[in-house]
């Protein structure tokens, strides 16, 4: 199948900041920086007859609205569902002239989560959709510029220590993770970056407040030992890794420095993007869309062959599973996975990396030599996806 990124002529609207190209029968709009005013009932005409001015510039007869961010935004997906509404109240337009792409995986639970989001919100519900896991592809594309480089540092045996963690904005997830790390001294024996610090520490509470709002719920004695650890290490943040620059604590690329990084540990904790389980009173933001997308992240720890924690969405791991890929059962306990229960399943991911982090070095390498087969698997399957994860198949949820 074609990728998407094939036959494609990028141009910039004045009157909406919108990107567009063509992709084979499609004339395809890039809405990151939508412009509400098109909304108001006396621009849509206006617009409705540039789109069909465009649809026969480009010779084409469809119109694709392409959402390949960070996940699913449903902020972004309301606004552009009244967009549409509007355009087929101009009765020059049909539902079936549009296509969603949107920037997950189009696993069972993704397609799901999208038909709630459409039932909650939309009268949207016959608009068809396609699932796109653009990241991924990015991934593949470096394997095969560096797979000498990814294969040099796999060699390196003599492993000084026992987890690798990257995290760069503040997280609700992360936060929490750091204060139990730092309580249970897990630092010691790790390479860990965490890419937040306090100018004012008499705003503090202030700061963290609003970073929790309407995330995980406070549960008392819990919540403030949490604050009260980081407050009592504020002078330590950010925390870097000491050889590499400030730059590469946070790189979203995969650089020959952090391989080196993961050849020098035994396993990685993934802190992904997303984690918070999310509900209507909850404000929309990045890391409350609760849909199973991956990021570098996942994708650079599978490049480096290295097995892993993910420390993201209920059922995640399944959703990875049903992409093809394995996970580190039994060798790794993954109930986490299983607990819907956001406080709790960070709960349960902390008991499975200190029961990890107790391991002798020899012990883990001994664990990571079983786990291999398994971090091959996944590293010949991202090569294999090229084909698979990037098109346009026409299937509607």
Sequence with gaps: MSSILDETELRQDWYSNIKIKRLRNYLVYTPENFNTALLYPNN???????????????????IALEFEREGFNPHLIF???SFVKMLISTGRFNIEDFVYIVGIPGTSYNKEFYKKMF?????????????????EKNAEDIIRHKEELFDNFQKNNL????????NGACRVHRTYLLAKFLDNDLLVDSLYSFNFAFADKSRYNEILEHHFQNQIPYRGIKWAKIKQTIFNNIDKLPFLISHLSRGQQ???????IDFENYANTYFSIITETSFITWKKEHSIGIDTFDNHFFSEKTWKIIQAKHPFILVSNYNILKSFRELGYKTFHPYIDESYDDIQ???LRLESILTEVNRLC???????????????????HNYEHLKSRNKEIIYLDRKSV
């Design 44 to 62: 849509i005409d206006f617009v409705a007859n540039d789109i069909k001015n465009k649809l026969a510039e480009f010779q084409v007869d469809k």
């Design 341 to 343: 229960d956001d406080e």
């Design 119 to 135: 039932r909650d919100y939309s009268t949207l519900e016959k608009l068809s959709v396609e699932f796109v896991s653009r990241l």
């Design 250 to 256: 946070f790189n979203h690329e995969s650089a020959e």
């Design 358 to 376: 107790k391991m002798s070095l020899n012990s883990l390498k001994e664990l990571m030599e079983r786990i291999d087969p398994i971090v091959r």
């Design 79 to 81: 606004n552009m569902n």
């Design 159 to 166: 492993r000084t220590k026992k987890f690798i963690c990257f």
